[in-house]
């Protein structure tokens, strides 16, 4: 498999605005013009793209770059191309969950955020970004770009037959009001189009109330239960399109 994105930058801040996730034949290997002429038109992409990957934020680097250093820290400047991808961190999962099915296929890969963040969960990080999305919501300026930052959660329409939703736990209604209708208008308009909609949860918490509480685990999200997600991810993509799996 091999992982290709654009990547932009603002007000010193990086984003992963578009990446794919491509599942070669066998001794295949391609380069990002191959993508782009993959997703080139709207036939095109209906062709070529299986289905969508929806997770929290991206944590990528380049292929070439160190991913323990900020990028701007480094001679990347390729900026608003088609570039590969390191499959690292959570990509692996999915490489390993979906392998050798869709040969010659992609995969689209979204976030509810593009900013591109180690550590996107401190509260003053989540509490910026829910003050921005309540003006998102109000049609003020935001503090983020909003067409690099985030998806347009009225207007989305993913690519593909499925969507896999794997942007883990830490949604809260009480602490975070508008990162919570953000993501709750995103769930509800992919599942009002009809698309085949796919999770993993915790068995206990039962699958309608996680998909209540939006509460789609990811194994790198929930270290605690990493190993019991990752299978539940391989269970979910046993078939195609992926169906919702338990885990404990």
């Not at 990446?19 to 080139?40: C, G, Q, T």
């Not at 068995?203 to 789609?216: F, V």
Request: charged content about 30%.
């Amino acid at each position: 498999m091999q992982y290709f994105g654009e990547i932009e930058t603002k007000y010193e801040e990086v984003f992963l605005t578009s990446s794919y996730l491509y599942f070669n034949y066998d001794d295949e290997v391609v380069s990002a013009k191959d993508i782009k002429n993959m997703i080139k038109t709207t036939k095109d992409r209906k062709k070529n793209i299986q289905g969508t990957i929806f997770i929290y934020n991206p944590v990528v680097t380049p292929i070439g770059y160190d991913s323990e250093k900020f990028l701007l820290d480094q001679d990347f400047d390729n900026f608003d191309e088609l570039v590969e991808l390191k499959c690292e961190t959570y990509i692996t999962v999915f490489k390993h969950a979906i392998g050798p099915r869709l040969k010659g296929k992609l995969v689209e890969m979204k976030s509810l955020f593009n900013l591109i963040e180690k550590n996107i969960n401190s509260t003053n990080l989540l509490t910026k970004f829910d003050q921005d999305l309540e003006k998102y919501y109000t049609g003020q300026n935001t503090e983020f770009e909003r067409d690099i930052m985030y998806q347009d959660a009225n207007n989305f329409v993913p690519s593909g037959k499925f969507v896999f939703f794997c942007w883990g736990d830490k949604i809260s209604q009480k602490e975070f009001t508008f990162i919570r209708t953000y993501s709750n208008t995103l769930f509800n308009r992919i599942e009002d189009m009809g698309k085949k909609v796919a999770f993993v949860y915790k068995k206990e918490r039962g699958i309608e109330n996680a998909k209540e509480l939006l509460q789609l685990s990811n194994p790198v999200e929930n270290y605690k239960y990493k190993n019991s997600i990752t299978n539940a991810i391989k269970e979910s993509f046993r078939e195609l399109p992926p169906t919702p799996k338990p885990y404990e």
